[in-house]
């Protein structure tokens, strides 16, 4: 993860480039300014074909070509291509049929970017099924991060090397950064506090304007503000409904449908209960977290440093859930009708494993409620994030490891 003529190298490349031989369209979806047009630059600089083929769907005229002659297009962008990109996909609205017939009757490989997963998950996959791989970028990881700010540190965690107190101190410095501006590209590059909350304003802005206003044609922005504001104060709680509604002005109906637009444009991620007993666990009450810590800071206003905020715990918990989201794991918690409660509930390889995040530092105790999970469960592995504690403790015979919270990695345990 270095900086390389003005690229920071994604952990998603690795998945694109082992796809870029087969005949599947691959789309590379993700939140507006994580990246993705910089990595479509970066694909197409590396291949090295002079017969590629490069549109951007914010130019009107490409993008009316594309859907209402598309027989022009091919002949103009496709015929005698070897690879074909597509920036800004979003704005095709209903596209996926003349995607379709490019992938049918060209023998080229085609690339698309886009910000938001509606299009594709409603209106194109119908026409795509078998004829496309969906992967998701998100802004850095605090791995590509730490890969960029310091290469050498950043490649010793990435290793799994034995850390200690002086190491943890230095990578912690870089942490109270992440926690507070988060990990969007441009936010990253950001030389100052100052310039990282207005780049962050302004992509929380331009999100409004163009993602809900103009792709999606969504009117209650102001209601849309409030929901994200309410959902960035109540972050790893249980979601009440009807407490939304009252706070937001908006229905049922209607909240449910904003809080699939938040999820669906990557600004927030749900949280499902894991459960076995219905009796005695919860199944229903989603907790949501934000993509990035920085989006949900601005949606509160607070750029404080965690020291100085009482929200500290709702930061450390929201980095771990990005984290397991950019890594692709689904989000789940557990918690009974008693009230214990795990944060976060791992299925990896067929293993449950669970994950409580703990915002007092050097405490080697283990609750109640993840001890009751243990007993419950039995999983092969358990583990704690704190802020600086490295230990491994045995609980009923069952490791649990003591970690950084920015250690914490299931697959490289």
Known sequence: MIMNEGYVHRILEKSIRAYSKSPEIIAIIGPRQCGK??????????????????????????????????????????????????????YAAGGGKNLKYLFDHFPIKIFITGSSSTELSIQSIQYLVGRIFVLNLYPFSFEEYLGFKEPRLG?????????????????????????????????VLSSTNDE???????????????????????????????????LALQVGSGINYNELSSVTGF????????????????????CIPFYKNKRLELVKSPKFYFVDNGFR?????????????????????NFIATELVKKGYTLRYWRTKSKAEVDFIIEEGGEIIPLE????????????????????YEPPRGYISSQQMVDNVRINDIPVSIVPHWYFDPRKA
Do not use: C, W
């Open 155 to 187: 490649q010793l965690i990435d290793d799994r090397l034995e850390i200690g107190p002086e190491i943890i101190k230095r990578v912690n410095r870089h942490y109270a950064d992440f926690q507070i501006y988060g990990g969007y590209p441009r936010v």
């Open 251 to 270: 229905k049922h109906k209607e909240l449910l449908e904003a809080i699939d637009i938040l999820e669906k444009t990557f600004v927030i991620q749900r």
């Open 297 to 317: 800071n601005m949606a509160i206003k607070n750029f404080l440093p965690t020291s100085s905020r009482t929200d500290a715990g709702a930061l450390n918990e």
């Open 196 to 230: 990282k909350e207005i780049v962050i304003k302004n992509i929380f802005n331009t999100y409004l304007l163009r993602e809900i206003n103009q792709i999606l044609n969504y009117r209650d922005e102001f209601k849309l503000t409030r929901l994200i504001n309410a």
């Open 357 to 376: 995040v703990k915002t007092t530092p050097e405490k080697r105790s283990v609750s109640r409620s993840f001890r009751s999970f243990l007993e419950k």
């Open 37 to 90: 047009t910089t990595l479509l630059k970066h694909i197409v600089s590396s291949l090295k074909s002079e017969k590629t083929g490069i549109i951007d769907f914010e130019d009107r005229d490409e993008l009316n070509l594309f859907m209402h002659d598309i027989k022009s297009f091919a002949e103009l962008h496709v015929k005698g291509q070897a690879f074909l990109f597509i920036d800004e996909f979003q």
